[in-house]
């Protein structure tokens, strides 16, 4: 007598009068079925014996991956950068390049806002939502995010913020996990023969990163008591009477390698007479790996990819609004080994 035949899942479906895609879907945990069915379908397949086939599951899981879904619809992404500036849209190119490919994989259209600001809110909602667009990034740099000076619709959209601190935190967030970055940049300069290590950014910037450089140079000497903990040079703007500053310190402390989130440093230090990186490193928290600085090459590709991952699924499973508890994502950097680092 041969064997009887295993249940399908074209079987599960036929027994419930459901396309087999929906069968599918169900048993996947699709968030576009119900809870019902998604029952419905647990209870028939375990009583029909149908068992899932590991090796078809995982050549459908590759297929569904690398096909490119139908049209889903448009998403926003505002960011402070200024794209009329050419040193802001090179930065910003990190992020939109990646995050369009990713958009277009996931069968969405991206649409751009820039230089946006916080009062322009409002204007920005009410357009969004007249075009049927149910879900925006915010990329932020410039200010921590206050939701109080973002007079948004919230309730209207799903939204996942980058870039600078949430104060106090609110919303979805996709960042570069600055404490394991700063702990791999510090190991790295360490490794380099660099002993007298010191921060040296603009104080409204290292703000807004929720003072990310200070807190983790503190935490590094704390665990490598035998380097010297030197107090960070925060400064006001990039002016000669910084440049003078900034040279003061450096002699004060002996510091041979400074560590930064601010472009024009290299320019500041050599205005005060100090070349890079002969006479002192320059490291920066995060670099563009097209260039020859040194330092932290934050994977913007994969943070940009993972925002648009983010807000697509949060639209899919309809959580719209500010969540009740925020989710935060960290993305780990790599190193960039450029120019303004020498051994010693």
């Not at 200024?82 to 995050?99: I, K, T």
């Not at 996709?174 to 790295?188: I, K, M, P, Q, Y």
């Not at 006479?279 to 995060?286: P, S």
């Not at 925002?307 to 925020?326: C, D, F, S, Y």
Request: glycine content about 6%; charged content about 20%.
């Amino acid at each position: 007598m041969l064997p009887k035949p295993s249940c399908t899942l074209r079987d599960v479906a036929v027994h419930l009068g459901l396309s087999a895609s929906t069968v599918s879907r169900a048993l996947r945990n699709d968030p576009r079925i119900t809870d019902t069915v998604k029952k419905s379908v647990a209870r028939a397949a375990a009583r029909l014996g149908y068992r899932r086939d590991p090796k078809l599951s995982q050549l459908m899981s590759h297929v569904r991956a690398t096909k490119q879904r139908a049209y889903q619809g448009t998403l926003a992404w505002l960011t402070d950068h200024d794209l009329s500036l050419p040193q802001e849209a090179r930065a910003h190119a990190l992020y939109w390049d990646p995050a369009v490919r990713r958009a277009e994989e996931l069968g969405y259209k991206l649409e751009c806002h820039s230089a946006v600001q916080p009062d322009q809110a409002g204007r920005i909602s009410r357009r969004l939502h007249a075009a049927g667009i149910q879900g925006f990034v915010i990329q932020q740099f410039k200010s921590s995010f206050q939701l109080s000076d973002w007079a948004f619709n919230w309730s209207k959209f799903a939204v996942v913020h980058s870039g600078s601190m949430q104060s106090p935190a609110t919303l979805d967030s996709v960042d570069g996990d600055d404490t394991a970055n700063c702990g791999t940049l510090f190991d790295e300069l360490v490794g380099l023969g660099y002993r007298r290590i010191g921060i040296c950014t603009l104080a409204d910037i290292e703000q807004a990163m929720n003072w990310s450089l200070s807190a983790a140079q503190r935490r590094f000497v704390l665990s490598h008591p035998a380097l010297t903990d030197i107090p960070a040079c925060l400064l006001p703007d990039l002016s000669p009477a910084s440049g003078r500053q900034m040279a003061r310190w450096i002699k004060k402390h002996r510091v041979d390698c400074m560590v930064s989130q601010v472009r024009g440093m290299k320019e500041l230090a050599e205005s005060a007479g100090l070349r890079v990186p002969q006479d002192i490193g320059l490291a920066w928290q995060g670099v563009n790996p097209h260039h020859q600085n040194t330092g932290i090459w934050q994977r913007e590709d994969i943070i940009a990819a993972t925002l648009i991952e983010t807000l697509a699924a949060a639209i899919e499973q309809g959580r719209k609004g500010l969540p009740a508890v925020p989710r935060l994502t960290l993305i780990q950097g790599t190193w960039h080994a450029g120019a303004t680092c020498a051994a010693r």
